[in-house]
């Protein structure tokens, strides 16, 4: 009888390193990293992965490791994995591969993750100007539902999806995005007003050869040499596909990815349990390692017939995701506002990052009167299965942002009530987040109106 079931092309043992893994890792983009694993198009194979830290963030109750970690190495992939059609031909340029999630979980025997915010001076986040500080909250899993001893009062289903898929870029790509994120790095800071408001650091992650995997090329050869030195990083998406984190690409879902090189060269990682949309902490959703179950199918010349190009060459396409039908069930929501009117009180035009902070922020608030505090609900807000929408986009000169929070994962209503809003001090519940100390000096900002 043949075998039934995935094939496993990718294995990972948790408890050994990056680098002591069967199938090496790698934590760049660069069309020349070759693959470690082949599948046929039709086939069935399951896809193993660390979580994005590689194992450097650990269960350890303590958040030294996040303050202190090394944003050269983030993201640990498996992969690239080249896909060959059943006649045996590879994916070609011009292509669309068909990427279908079969299923995908936490590894067994590792079922626990982790959110945090980075130090503001190390990465930072969404709100670092008002949460400098480097957090952390551990996860345990008890099926599809997650809690944390660090933020109590809350328990909910996860709807888990890979922060990072995608295929390799072409050289011409390649060149195309570290000519436009240089600038953005180099002249960002004069020429976009949106720094004044959102104060993450840097604009842009360019390429380094500090803390570079490649894969099966080995570290101290010229060939390495060169390559790390114009890889990309794996933190933004881009038009390959990459860190969309899009948490609803989860069982069932079909992602259409452009394909640059030949094979593909599909690689992922980056699992999520759960997050929120935006994940606005950063290290923001449930970081865990995990496994893809998926199937491959090829569309001959897709790029060219589905995609369409929005720029100056046919590479600034944009990849198609479809989402599945397996997600929580939630009828009852909390929905918060923001307007692009930031915390002094400036009005910006139309801007949705803007109106999207202010929506976070008054979430924060309003949820910190019900015992939590600030910092657990920033976190919570990052992770969990909470809906963020740009409502507004055409009402000069706001921008209408919402983000919607199921009131379910809840042990308590926190709905506003006639006479019952929490008066006197506000007992946060213990244990609180785990927290080290913020050691820069970069201006904290207050909002003057909200609540202590």
């Not at 006649?87 to 982790?114: C, F, R, S």
């Not at 180099?186 to 490649?214: D, F, I, M, Y």
């Not at 699992?271 to 893809?292: K, N, T």
């Amino acid at each position: 009888m043949a075998p039934y079931g995935p094939r496993l092309v990718v294995p990972i043992d948790v408890k050994k390193k990056p680098r002591e893994q069967k199938l090496p890792l790698h934590n760049r983009w660069h069309p020349d990293i070759p693959p470690v694993a082949e599948v046929k198009t039709g086939e069935v194979f399951r896809v193993e992965m660390v979580d994005f830290s590689g194992g450097g963030i650990t269960q350890d109750y303590t958040a030294e490791d996040i303050k202190h970690a090394d944003p050269s190495i983030v993201h640990y992939l498996s992969g690239p994995i080249r896909v060959v059609g059943e006649d045996g031909i590879a994916a070609k340029p011009g292509d669309l591969l068909v990427v279908e999630i079969l299923n995908l979980g936490p590894l067994p025997g590792d079922e626990w993750g982790y959110t945090a915010t980075f130090d503001r001076e190390n990465g930072g986040g969404f709100l670092t100007d008002h949460f400098p500080c480097a957090t952390k909250a551990i996860w345990y899993f008890e099926g599809i539902y997650a809690y944390s001893p660090h933020i109590p009062g809350v328990r909910f289903p996860g709807l888990t999806h890979p922060g990072v898929i995608g295929t390799a870029p072409s050289m011409e790509l390649l060149d195309i995005w570290n000519k436009r994120e240089r600038d953005v790095e180099e002249n960002g800071l004069q020429n976009l007003k949106l720094c004044e408001v959102l104060h993450s650091r840097p604009l842009a992650n360019l390429p380094t050869p500090k803390g570079c995997r490649l894969g099966k090329i080995e570290e101290g050869t010229a060939e390495w040499d060169k390559i790390a030195k114009e890889a990309a990083r794996t933190i933004p998406g881009r038009e390959n596909g990459g860190n969309c984190d899009i948490k609803n690409l989860s069982r069932g879902s079909k992602i259409y990815l452009p394909v640059f090189v030949d094979g593909a060269n599909l690689s992922t990682g980056d699992m999520h349990f759960s997050q929120g949309d935006g994940e606005v902490s950063f290290c923001g959703a449930i970081e865990m390692s995990g496994f893809l179950e998926l199937k491959c199918e090829l569309i001959r010349g897709g790029m060219k017939e589905y995609l369409t190009p929005m720029g100056p060459t046919p590479l600034h396409v944009n990849p198609i995701f479809e989402i599945g039908p397996v997600e929580p069930r939630f009828s009852e929501w909390l929905v918060f506002e923001g307007i692009s009117v930031d915390e002094s009180g400036r009005q910006h035009y139309l801007d949705a990052s803007v109106a999207y902070k202010r929506a976070v922020l008054n979430a924060i608030d309003y949820l910190s009167k019900f015992g939590s505090s600030k910092e657990q609900v920033y976190l919570l807000l990052s992770c969990c299965p909470c809906e963020g929408r740009i409502s507004g986009i055409v009402d000069s000169p706001n921008a209408c942002a919402t983000l919607a929070i199921p009131t379910a994962i809840f042990d308590q209503d926190i709905r506003p009530k006639n006479k019952k809003v929490p008066v006197g001090p506000r007992i946060v519940r213990k244990p609180d987040v785990l927290k080290c100390t913020y050691d820069g000096n970069l201006p904290v900002t207050r909002n003057p109106s909200a609540s202590t």
